[in-house]
């Protein structure tokens, strides 16, 4: 297996927020490059993980755990450890297609697609991660990158994804990370119904597999079938699962990441099959 680690450094003459000292590091698991092995893998899907954590911190049972399933299924995989509070939008955002687009880049080098960059993300991580999605070609993004092409990932897995808030006072999903995400401006009604981001979905927002289940409190599933409600809306192909039991953040599903298993551990059998399936012109 290739190991490698870079470190994301954005340009912040090009953002008006503060920079702050944390440098993100993009962790690159690529398998065994040998001829052989690589015979039967030339085409490779590329999957970047964004960790939940509230925008506060990126959570370990979220990353290594994760990109080891996608790697053991013949697909090249990464983690970005992404800023988190001081840091505010779009910082995170930017950051996010920034490791899009190097992965676009280098692709090629690790029998990697270049048309094949999905983004998987847990909770404020599936929030991350649906921005990228959503907020792609948006000013943030063109302001920065000019050719927004290069930073629009092909398809998004989200898990149990924060993905509305309560700035209309209806309804409450996580306040904290939005907190986190907006520092001074978490107050603020205009930035809080941007992010909001099933108003953000458009016919340009990419294929997406979603999951989360009927028991979560933490971030209710009215946040994911807001979200799928929204593709379909805009004819934006889409997997939904909503399984009946689970607590918020159970990650893999397994003993691995848990002190006892779920049936939910399915969906990384699910995402990978959605991910592979060559029937849709979409996905291969």
Not at 97 to 126: M, P, W
Not at 233 to 255: A, C, M, R, W
């Amino acid at each position: 297996m290739i190991y490698e680690v870079k470190e994301i450094n954005l340009d912040y003459s090009k953002i008006a927020v503060d920079r702050i000292d944390y440098i993100p590091k993009l962790k690159i698991f690529i398998p065994n490059d040998s001829e052989e092995v690589s015979k039967y893998t030339p085409d490779r899907t590329t999957v970047l993980i964004l960790p939940g954590g509230g925008y506060h911190m990126t959570s370990e049972r979220e990353a290594e755990p994760i990109a080891f399933n996608f790697l053991q299924r013949g697909m090249n995989a990464a983690i970005l450890y992404y800023s988190v509070n001081p840091a505010v939008f779009p910082v995170s955002l930017l950051e996010t297609l920034t490791a899009v687009k190097y992965l676009r880049e280098t692709a090629q080098q690790y029998h990697g697609n270049k048309d094949k960059i999905y983004i998987c993300g847990f909770s404020a991580g599936g929030h991350l991660a649906a921005s990228a999605g959503t907020l792609w070609n948006k000013k943030e993004a063109v302001d920065y990158f000019k050719d927004v092409e290069q930073v629009k990932p092909n398809g998004l897995i989200l898990a149990y994804p924060v993905i509305i808030n309560d700035y209309d006072g209806e309804i409450q999903i996580h306040k904290g990370s939005f907190n986190n995400l907006l520092g001074e401006k978490c107050n603020d009604k205009n930035m809080l119904e941007y992010l909001c981001l099933d108003r953000q979905v458009s016919k340009d927002t990419p294929p997406t597999f979603i999951w989360s289940t009927f028991e979560d409190t933490g971030v209710p599933c009215e946040s994911s079938l807001r979200f799928a409600t929204a593709l379909k809306k805009n004819g934006v192909p889409f997997e939904l699962h909503i399984y009946e039991k689970g607590s918020h953040g159970k990650s893999t599903g397994d003993l691995v990441t848990n002190t006892e298993t779920y049936r939910l551990k399915n969906w990384l059998n699910e995402a990978c099959d959605w991910l592979l399936d060559t029937r849709s012109k979409y996905i291969r």
